[in-house]
């Protein structure tokens, strides 16, 4: 997963934060323990020296295996009088032991150099709370993508075929697409109109590629340009927070960019959807775009140089069929 500096900070934030509980906690613990057993700090003093002493000896090609034996029979009459006494007094062998939140890695994110199960796990669900897709996933995923919504009597003038044969292909190519998406991200545009499927298709695809721990950003188009708005002419709003919202639209895995046309259209808009396109481009990063709008709409609506990035860098597929807000309801 490729998260943002501002992503990873603060999913590594928890775990100093972790760390310095579990220190709070231990030293409480420890104060605890020394108020009523104070003779423990110098049984514990004793266990470190002769520790250092087994190391330094161990080392020492010269010291006899019996004086190692003997170090290390000390060492353990030592951790057996500790047990002991913690035990005779109510507390448990492991009370004055590190805390660990994961004792894996040992609340650091990271074993032997490599990302830790906890830290994967904490950066998808990260990634779940930012794509503004965490509630509504459950229901539209590819699971519970049906066909059968897509009658096999209504026929596309311009291709001659049925809208579930159409919907079957697409189907399978978005599939296709986060199966390969490590290799092959690519761009998607899906187009057509009302009510077909265009923002359900795009929810099957971020789910799975939130599931195998890639960030998405989902966006109405409206929120998009709100946002990209209040960075641009809100001075209320501080640098880091501005920084971090272009960051993020800029530098997720996938962003998708939904119902593309809804929004008001100015110069502005179409400004900085080039800004858009051309940043990801630049930086290999994938967008899917849905609209009801044409191509000729496109175009005109938005320049020619927008069109031209769309057209010689996404992959047009044409979602067709009857409104299916109105099937599901009939």
């Avoid at 250092?52 to 009088?81: C, G, I, P, W, Y």
């Avoid at 009658?151 to 001659?160: A, F, R």
């Avoid at 690519?186 to 298709?201: A, Q």
């Amino acid at each position: 997963m490729n998260l943002t500096n501002s992503q990873y900070e603060t999913l590594m934030y928890h775990y100093y934060d972790t760390q310095a509980a579990s220190h709070r906690e231990m030293e409480e613990r420890r104060r605890e323990v020394l108020k009523k057993l104070p003779e423990l700090e110098e049984l514990e003093a004793k266990a470190r020296h002769l520790s250092l002493s087994f190391v330094r000896d161990t080392s020492d090609a010269s010291t006899d295996s019996q004086a190692l034996d003997n170090l290390k029979q000390e060492l353990e009459e030592l951790k057996n009088k500790r047990r002991e006494l913690l035990e005779a007094n109510g507390w448990s062998e492991d009370y004055l032991d590190p805390i660990y939140e994961c004792p894996d890695c040992h609340d650091t994110g990271y074993i032997g150099g490599k990302k830790c199960h906890c830290l994967k796990k904490r950066a998808v669900e990260y990634c779940y709370m930012q794509s503004n897709l965490s509630d509504i996933l459950s229901k539209e995923n590819f699971d519970t993508f049906d066909l059968s919504l897509y009658s096999e009597d209504d026929i596309d003038d311009m291709t001659e075929r049925n809208a579930r044969d159409t919907m079957r292909e697409i189907y399978e190519e978005a599939k296709k697409y986060t199966k390969n998406f490590d290799t092959e991200p690519g761009n998607l545009l899906l187009y057509g109109d009302t009510g077909v499927g265009k923002s359900f298709l795009s929810h099957c695809i971020a789910k799975e590629l939130l599931d195998s721990g890639h960030s998405v950003l989902y966006l109405s188009a409206n929120r998009f340009f709100d946002m990209l708005a209040a960075r641009q002419f809100d001075n209320t709003m501080k640098y880091e927070e501005k920084n971090t919202t272009i960051s993020y639209i800029l530098d997720c895995d996938l962003l998708i960019l939904d119902d593309l046309g809804t929004e008001l259209n100015n110069a502005f808009t179409a400004s900085q959807l080039y800004h858009c396109i051309e940043s990801r481009l630049l930086g290999n990063h994938a967008t899917i775009i849905s609209t009801n709008l044409s191509f000729k709409s496109i175009n005109e609506r938005y320049t020619e140089r927008v069109f031209s990035r769309i057209m010689s860098n996404y992959r047009s597929l044409r979602l067709f069929g009857s409104d299916l807000r109105l099937t599901k309801h009939a």
